[in-house]
């Protein structure tokens, strides 16, 4: 009989859950626009930029904290970070403040993400951990497909003031519902020494998913940011329609991905997450074509939700729950990483040879990952043969 996956702890979680979403995708187009029609467009460069920037540092040094002081600390920390400074975003104009609430919010968002995302995974049966980490996907994913939208809707009809003290209060409100969830790991009989961030990444086990899995993170940054540049402005609601489905394809590619590798094993999903991902670049690249865009961001979304999936469950199953914030920070490093990096890079390449070539060019360099998937997958067949 398969273990209950909707335990009343992972219940509770979800409320912590949901509170720092909403807080952080709230805001997340909200602060930089203040920031711009305070200080102009550098200002909300650098609004973005400080909270990501502490968001990557953050999770740096956050799985030490939680093996030093359990999970619920941490998380409370993080969820106050995020919270008590948006209280006051609208205290001051000036971009010295502006960045100053940003660096603290990105610190909050990675201890809440890394702390959060390792005591999640103890809550997970680990017979399930597949289709638990999709709905824990689906849970945080939902705050985020709202909030971005209606953060910017409500500025319009009442002002940053009264979204940035909504966004806060989100993650302040969900501090309490922290106390009743348990610190530790349950007590097994893995070994309890904690693998840390450094010595994660010169692990093969853990380093080839996190390589895989920013390839692709670093694709769908590229999407988000330069989808509704290349494509002709004609065709605006072809640009609103693609990036609805990308997500909507990760979401429900996630979850059968989650079910499956449950069943039949996450290592042998890791490799066609990867190839359709690289795939569906390669279709977007047509951007005069409204089907292949579509189409492709749809091949990309699935292909996308399978390695979230896939790496992350892969990644959990390596290692003792007391490595847990490790493969949290690793799994999000590459997430954020990958996505900045891709942004950046992308949009240097455009540059020089344009929007379609730089698209193409995008899906074989992606297929570099396959080394680190096929040694990944070789590895485990051999060790399951021997």
Do not use: K
């Amino acid at each position: 009989m398969r273990p209950p996956l909707l335990t009343r702890p992972l219940l509770l979680r979800f409320v912590s859950l949901i509170g720092a979403s909403i807080s952080f995708f709230l805001l997340l187009s909200v602060v930089p626009a203040h920031a711009a029609e305070t200080g102009g467009g550098g200002a909300a460069g650098l609004a973005t930029g400080s909270l990501m920037l502490a968001t990557v540092l953050g999770e740096l040094i956050t799985p030490r904290l939680v093996a030093r002081h359990g999970y619920r600390a941490p998380l409370m920390a993080g969820l106050f970070l995020l919270g008590a400074p948006a209280l006051v975003l609208t205290a001051s104009g000036s971009t010295a403040w502006i960045v100053a609430v940003c660096l603290a919010r990105g610190l909050g968002f990675a201890f809440t993400i890394v702390a959060g995302g390792a005591l999640t995974a103890s809550l997970i049966p680990a017979e399930r951990r597949g289709e638990g980490l999709a709905v824990v996907g689906v849970v945080s994913g939902v705050p985020s497909l709202i909030g971005l939208p209606l953060g910017l809707w409500l500025v319009g009809r009442v002002g940053y003031g009264p979204v940035a003290v909504t966004g806060g209060a989100a993650a302040l409100a969900a501090i309490v519902s922290v106390l009743g969830l348990p610190d530790r790991p349950a007590p097994s009989g893995e070994s309890n020494e904690s693998v840390g961030v450094l010595r994660g990444l010169r692990t093969g086990a853990l380093l080839r998913p996190v390589v895989v899995f920013a390839t692709t993170a670093t694709a769908a940054g590229i999407l988000v940011t330069f989808l509704p540049l290349a494509v002709p402005s004609a065709s605006a609601s072809v640009v609103t329609v693609a990036l609805f489905v990308q997500p909507a394809a990760a979401t429900v590619s996630r979850w059968a991905a989650g079910r499956h590798g449950d069943r039949h094993g996450s290592a042998r999903l890791v490799l066609p997450g990867l190839l359709l991902s690289a795939a569906g670049v390669l279709v977007v690249a047509a951007t005069g074509s409204a089907v292949a865009v579509v189409t492709g961001t749809a091949l990309f979304g699935a292909g996308f939700g399978i390695a979230q999936n896939a790496t992350l469950t892969l990644m959990y199953a390596r290692v003792s729950a007391s490595s847990y914030g490790t493969v949290s920070a690793l799994w999000n490093l590459a997430y954020d990483g990958g996505m900045g990096v891709g942004a950046a890079a992308f949009g240097v390449l455009a540059g020089l040879a344009g929007y379609a070539w730089a698209f193409a060019a995008t899906s074989v360099l992606m297929l570099g990952a396959l080394a680190p998937a096929l040694r990944d997958r070789h590895r485990r067949d051999h060790h399951h043969s021997a």
